[in-house]
T-cell receptor, first 116, second 113 residues
Framework: EAGVAQSPRYKIIEKRQSVAFWCNPI?????LYWYQQILGQGPKLLIQFQNNGVVDDSQLPKDRFSAERLKGVDSTLKIQPAKLEDSAVYLC??????????????FGEGSWLTVV | GDSVTQMEGPVTLSEEAFLTINCTYTATGYPSLFWYVQYPGEGLQLLLK?????DKGSNKGFEATYRKETTSFHLEKGSVQVSDSAVYFCALSTRGSQGNLIFGKGTKLSVKP
């Protein structure tokens, strides 16, 4: 079974530029998450989708971050304009259902962003 | 709100030493508890989990027991190997969180030959 796919793996941009990350979850997984992992910290949820609807985006900085999952499969996370503090690893994850707290969440390898 | 606290690292051990990484949690209701591992340059991988009190999760020689009375989920391994060098994250998930994970800050483990 293919895992969660993310691209690009690495990106370096200047502050105030924009960047987009793409994620394709495990086939058939209804729930998709974007997490932000700053160096030395644990991942923090940015946004959660159930199919193509947003379940939780309370921690997404909506003035600069946006995400969509138009067809309920793959997803794009965009940052515009980027700030230095956005330097982090952006992890995409998926889960078959999401409503059962015992379900395992599967993570992609992450997209490493450096803002200079 | 819900939170996870795990011991600060880094932790440096010699090969075949005993490992304990402490993890305690605060949550409403009855969370599921997880340990994830992140090897250098790789994504997070589920190591083990426990979904109710007194459950023991185990995998690759690692174990953790869900202790409701002490709100803890400590990770243990009897004999570590160099290949266990990684960052270990304790996490919880509650029904109220729609299944998403709340992570601790991570503990970096280095095992020396």
């Amino acid at each position: 079974e293919a895992g969660v796919a993310q691209s690009p793996r690495y990106k370096i941009i200047e502050k105030r530029q924009s960047v987009a990350f793409w994620c394709n979850p495990i086939s058939g997984h209804a729930t998709l998450y974007w997490y932000q992992q700053i160096l030395g910290q644990g991942p923090k949820l940015l946004i959660q989708f159930q199919n193509n609807g947003v379940v939780d985006d309370s921690q997404l900085p909506k003035d600069r971050f946006s995400a969509e999952r138009l067809k309920g499969v793959d997803s794009t996370l965009k940052i515009q304009p980027a700030k230095l503090e956005d330097s982090a690893v952006y992890l995409c994850a998926s889960n078959p259902l999401g409503r059962n707290s015992g379900n395992t969440i599967y993570f992609g390898e992450g997209s490493w962003l450096t803002v200079v | 709100g819900d939170s996870v606290t795990q011991m600060e690292g880094p932790v440096t051990l010699s090969e075949e030493a005993f490992l304990t990484i402490n993890c305690t949690y605060t949550a409403t209701g009855y969370p599921s508890l997880f340990w994830y591992v992140q090897y250098p340059g790789e994504g997070l991988q589920l190591l083990l989990k426990a979904t109710k009190a007194d459950d023991k999760g185990s995998n690759k020689g690692f174990e953790a027991t869900y202790r409701k009375e002490t709100t803890s989920f400590h990770l243990e391994k009897g004999s570590v190997q160099v290949s266990d060098s990684a960052v270990y994250f304790c996490a919880l998930s509650t029904r109220g969180s729609q299944g998403n994970l709340i992570f601790g800050k991570g503990t970096k483990l280095s095992v020396k030959p």
